[in-house]
């Protein structure tokens, strides 16, 4: 998912006091996880207060990195891939969590999003680095592993099985809106009920900044052709993806960074999406669904989903 940031506007400048029936004060700190800045925007009744619950929001995301990381070795992801092809393993809660939702998309979506497209990431990235197209074989042989149906989950064991070997998962397009949803839980449990997270292309906030209705957020494509908006959320998830950005240019033609699983190319059309949701583990997803489908298809899925909306955004193929 490409991470196209959303702009946080506020009127009321870093560490000034909100008005003073709210008694808080407005803190910002950021920290580097899951490939982004972390920023965790809060209103707490003083410093000390935002540092502790800000220094147990930023553990709660670190932990969830060495969970869902496709680029560490380590991770209980990467351990779980070792395993494809075998018998199930039992996995942590946290795992098992977003993978149901991801299963879940995938079959509402038509396989669009996949979370096994593993090996088909891994080849436009190398793609991307050394300006050399995958070879049509090598992308043949990527699909023989890639298929939402290949990954197979026990709620009651909560085990998961990958019944090919050599699968690799890749939850670049589901972990952050999930890490935005748990970092708000320990902000609340530590009584903080005035907050945003943001990381990347994700944002989850929780109640609004004192004396307002909302955080003010400029949305891309909120505004129609016109641009983007500033809209105002409270209790939201809102996560944008697109291929606007993010793409490389082999032989006169530009390539984005999403790849569909359904056919191991990188797309070659230009599309934003924005999407606004309940929490971030739906949010996510969607928005990343979203950029591979037809009109129709979006709306019946966005049906599927009470209390979603989306901004779309088709700026047609690349220049070439």
Not at 106 to 132: I, N, Q, Y
Request: glycine fraction near 10%; charge should be positive; proline fraction near 6%.
């Amino acid at each position: 998912m490409l991470a196209l940031s959303l702009m946080v506007t506020s009127s009321r400048p870093e560490g000034v006091a909100a008005p003073p029936s709210a008694a808080l004060t407005r803190f910002t700190f950021t920290e580097y996880h899951m490939g982004v800045d972390a920023r965790l925007v809060v209103y707490a009744p003083d410093r000390p207060a935002a540092e502790v619950a800000c220094t147990a929001a930023f553990a709660r995301i670190a932990a969830l990195d060495s969970i869902m990381s496709d680029y560490r070795r380590d991770s209980e992801l990467m351990r779980l891939c070792d395993h494809a092809g075998g018998a199930p393993v039992r996995v942590s809660p946290d795992l098992f969590r977003v993978l149901r939702r991801a299963q879940e998309v995938a079959e509402r979506s038509g396989g669009v999003f996949d979370v096994t497209v593993g090996p088909l990431v891994a080849l436009w990235r190398k793609a991307r680095k050394t300006g050399v197209l995958p070879d049509p074989a090598e992308i043949q042989r990527a699909l023989r592993l890639v298929g939402w149906q290949k990954l197979r989950l026990d709620e009651g064991a909560r085990t998961v099985r990958l019944t090919v070997r050599g699968m690799k998962l890749d939850l670049g397009g589901i972990a952050k809106g999930y890490a935005g949803d748990e970092a708000q839980r320990v902000l609340q449990q530590h009584g903080i009920a005035r907050a945003l997270v943001e990381m990347g292309g994700d944002i989850v906030v929780s109640g609004p900044p004192p004396g307002t209705e909302g955080w003010t957020i400029r949305v891309p494509n909120a505004a129609g052709d016109h641009g983007p908006a500033d809209l105002r959320f409270a209790h939201r998830a809102i996560s944008t993806s697109g291929d606007t950005e993010q793409f490389v240019v082999i032989g006169g033609r530009h390539y984005s960074h999403v790849v569909d699983p359904r056919t191991g190319e990188a797309l070659t059309n230009r599309v934003q999406v924005t999407l606004t949701a309940p929490d971030g583990l739906t949010a996510d997803p969607l928005s990343t669904a979203l950029t591979l489908l037809g009109r129709e298809d979006r709306r019946k899925l966005l049906q599927a989903y009470p209390g979603t909306a989306a901004y779309v955004r088709v700026l047609g193929t690349f220049p070439k």
